[in-house]
């Protein structure tokens, strides 16, 4: 998956591996589905996107530990392995 600005099969794929899943199989496809209609999880995306996009736009030099809890907050961890 690109660091930069992955597209929505890229965030699927991520949310299927993570899960064990093949894109296509019925668990992701519901996932897909629940995420295009679930305007919660939408909101809860959207939040993400911003919270990454301001640490990014004003390249805040945090220590590694508070870098550290914020990706565990967003459930991003392994994204910057």
């Known amino acids: 998956m690109s660091k930069e ?3 929505c099969k890229e965030v699927m794929q991520h949310i299927c591996e993570s899960l064990g899943e093949d894109l296509n199989s019925e668990k992701c496809v519901a996932i ?3 995420l295009d209609n679930c305007t919660g999880c939408q ?3 959207k939040t993400v996107e911003l919270t990454i996009d301001l640490y990014k736009k004003y390249n805040v030099e945090i220590p590694q530990d508070a870098h550290k ?4 907050f967003l459930n991003l961890a392994d ?3």
């Open 5 to 7: 600005n992955p597209n």
């Open 32 to 34: 897909k589905h629940h």
């Open 69 to 72: 809890r914020l990706m565990n």
């Open 79 to 81: 994204c910057d392995e």
């Open 43 to 45: 909101s809860y995306f």
